[in-house]
């Protein structure tokens, strides 16, 4: 089902707040060249009126990069839009999935599925002020929407205003009786519905998203769609990312094991640490890289007792990971 077009979309690691920052994004980059990568959710008024290196700066091994972006303001989006794409992003997305209830008051976030209308001004205004796609990220609605209304009147409304790649978490988000963490849960998936607006709209980029866990499900879901955004899975067990671009793209994977990625990760987080980076901004995201592998459990005690110290630096994780071989190569000897 891929074409060129769409072959971009193909594979994504999702936006995670807290999570998807600078560093977590040269990791996973380091294990895929293929997949495209988000960073967090960043509102206008912090890019307008924010510290807009800090905010922005990515390093430039992360290509293919898109900034996410929250707000309801068309002149505001179109503004911050265009300061990402000076800031070298490939893609701006715009976030109206998220439920909590900080973004819910600022009028950005799931809400804006009750206000098609307004998200495809939104769309319409960053196409205009960018030469890079722009896409949107939804739910399939909220509350006690249809969903098949729902989606179908903002998909149709965001694909006249120009967007170039839907991106659907296939649940419902609940903004009245079930917290942020809950309605990562709760509301059932319905995988069926993403795979209907696909049918319905055969030449727009659909992207699906939401609770899955791993690439082989990745396969299954590129039969009825353009493309794959994993989360948590890919988050908390970081391992699954080393396997994307053999599985889905044909293609030799830049490292072959988790060990490797760490080597390869060490002038990185050298260059972060003589610029005044703290070690454990970096190694907090490696905590599910050896997930059910013998050792695993000492690697992340290793990094969390020692990755936060004042001065740790590179032979932290070089300890974790020796850690880890050993323990594996004592398990194969009993």
Not at 126 to 141: D, E, L, N, S, Y
Not at 207 to 232: F, K, P, T, W, Y
Not at 254 to 281: C, N, V, W
Request: net charge neutral; aromatic share 6%.
């Amino acid at each position: 089902m891929t074409s060129k077009t769409t072959d971009i979309w193909r594979f994504s690691v999702a936006p995670m707040m807290d999570w998807t920052d600078r560093h977590c994004r040269v990791f996973h980059r380091i294990m895929t060249r293929r997949s495209k990568l988000y960073t967090e959710m960043l509102t206008t008024g912090a890019i307008l009126h924010g510290d807009r290196q800090r905010l922005l700066g990515f390093d430039a091994s992360e290509h293919p990069v898109a900034l996410q972006l929250g707000g309801s303001s068309p002149a505001d989006l179109a503004q911050a839009a265009r300061i990402g794409e000076d800031f070298g992003y490939d893609e701006i997305n715009l976030n109206i999935g998220c439920p909590s209830d900080r973004v819910k008051d600022g009028r950005f976030g799931a809400c804006l599925m009750a206000e098609p209308a307004l998200v495809a001004d939104c769309v319409a205004a960053m196409k205009q002020a960018v030469k890079i796609p722009v896409t949107v990220k939804c739910r399939i609605g909220i509350d006690h929407q249809d969903p098949e209304l729902a989606l179908d009147t903002l998909a149709r409304g965001v694909v006249a205003a120009g967007t170039d790649a839907l991106i659907v978490h296939a649940r419902k988000a609940w903004l009245n009786g079930l917290s942020p963490k809950e309605n990562r849960y709760i509301p059932p998936l319905d995988y069926g519905r993403v795979y209907r607006l696909k049918a319905a709209l055969p030449e727009v980029p659909i992207i699906i998203n939401g609770g899955i866990a791993s690439i082989a499900e990745a396969r299954q879901h590129l039969a009825h769609v353009d493309g794959v955004m994993l989360g948590r899975a890919a988050y908390q067990e970081p391992w699954r990312l080393l396997a994307v671009d053999a599985e889905l793209f044909g293609e030799t994977p830049p490292q072959a094991t988790m060990k490797d990625a760490f080597e390869a990760m060490l002038p990185y987080i050298e260059r972060e640490l003589a610029s005044g980076t703290r070690l454990h901004a970096i190694t907090r995201h490696f905590v599910g890289a050896f997930h059910a592998v013998p050792g695993a459990r000492a690697f992340r005690r290793h990094l969390a007792e020692n990755g936060v110290r004042a001065g740790a630096g590179v032979d932290v994780l070089r300890d974790a990971v020796a850690l880890v071989r050993e323990q594996h190569a004592a398990s194969l000897a009993a």
